[in-house]
């Protein structure tokens, strides 16, 4: 079995900082790409960034010069640095890995969902 955990959400006033965290672990041979979703309460999950396994980004334009994404193959672990944040970025934050796994499944896999909640 394969599990992505995050971590790191929370509450923070307008013009703040986060970071969130994703690990992956179980019976992992290989992770492809690995981003971060978001959702926010009547809208539909949109993507915020994703990371390749060679490290190449591409961001939301929403999130563009705010929000960093990087990974630690490691780790099997992908972060997400958000600043300047604002109010529309109040949403359950999802990560997301395409994984090779040990039966030689290649699938995407979700993590639970952390909330990020920016008041004004």
């Known amino acids: 079995q394969v599990q992505l955990v995050e971590s790191g959400g929370g509450t923070v006033q307008a013009g703040g900082s986060l970071r969130l965290s994703c690990a992956a672990s179980?019976?992992?041979?290989?992770?492809?790409?690995m981003g971060w979703y978001r959702q926010a309460p009547g809208k539909q999950r949109e993507l915020v960034a994703v990371?390749?396994?060679?490290?190449?980004?591409n961001y939301a334009d929403s999130v563009k010069g705010r929000f960093t994404i990087s990974r630690d193959n490691a780790k099997n672990t992908v972060y997400l640095q958000m600043n300047s944040l604002k109010s529309e970025d109040t949403a359950v934050y999802y990560c997301?890995?395409?994984?090779?796994?040990?039966?030689?499944?290649?699938?995407?896999?979700w993590g639970q969902g952390t909330q990020v909640t920016v008041s004004s």
């Open positions: 179980g019976s992992i041979l290989s992770i492809a790409n």
């Open positions: 990371i390749t396994s060679g490290g190449s980004t």
């Open positions: 997301n890995a395409y994984v090779w796994d040990d039966s030689g499944r290649y699938s995407g896999r």
